[in-house]
């Protein structure tokens, strides 16, 4: 589960608008919004670097930050939006939303596979095909984890791992709830596949020679 919710410091932007934005980001700010809750919006500025060094540790979207703003109650927030330039990619504006820890929210979590050095499909060779990196969840804002753990310490070649074969967290939900999607499986090595494949026609071969030796005795006998 989660650990302990790390701080984000920002400051309040004075002005609104497109002026104030461009001019955020001439000081070396990226701009943003933190909405919801029921209060106002409050404009935001934060450091262009720091902002650039959390999205290059990952999972920014899916990680709940205790926002710290001077003059303002510290807040539990979720970055849902992150714009970026069309051109540089780099961030330019964010959107925040205000969240209680009851707050529920869809999140994409990853998948922590495990159990691959005893998985017998993996060490007869078979390869391990993951199908979904990341799993969307509805869960509770303070209990947000980092990872769903799947364990393939059992699966045989040909094994199939669907959503129903891992414990989910307490309170989570997949968002897709009408069906046991898949999450992995674990396929024959692409040797073994072609070589079955030209099993198969051989055999296919064999059995069209068959039948034709048969016909041609049939044609002797008339």
Request: aromatic share 4%.
């Amino acid at each position: 589960m989660a650990g302990e919710v790390p701080d984000f410091h920002a400051t309040v932007r004075t002005g609104t608008g497109k002026g104030a934005a461009r001019q955020a980001r001439r000081n070396g700010d990226v701009p943003g919004i933190v909405y919801g809750g029921g209060v106002d919006p409050l404009p935001i500025n934060v450091p262009f670097n720091v902002l650039l060094k959390r999205l290059r540790q990952g999972r920014f979207l899916a990680t709940l930050f205790n926002l710290k703003v001077e003059g303002q109650d510290d807040v539990r927030v979720i970055c849902r939006n992150v714009q970026r330039d069309v051109v540089k990619d780099l961030p330019t504006h964010l959107d925040f939303m205000r969240l209680k820890r009851t707050t529920r929210i869809a999140l994409f979590i990853p998948v922590e596979v495990v159990g691959e050095e005893d998985c017998p499909g993996l060490r007869q060779g078979g390869v391990l095909n993951l199908v979904r990196p990341e799993v969307e969840l509805v869960v509770t804002a303070g209990d947000i984890p980092e990872s769903i753990t799947l364990d393939i310490s059992e699966m045989e070649i040909g094994d199939t791992a669907t959503i129903s074969s891992v414990e989910l967290p307490s309170g989570a939900k997949p968002t897709i709830a009408d069906r046991d999607f898949v999450i992995a499986n674990i396929q024959a090595p692409s040797g073994l596949a072609s070589q079955s494949d030209d099993e198969d026609g051989e055999e296919g071969e064999a059995e069209e020679d068959s039948e034709a030796t048969e016909e041609e005795s049939e044609d002797e006998k008339d």
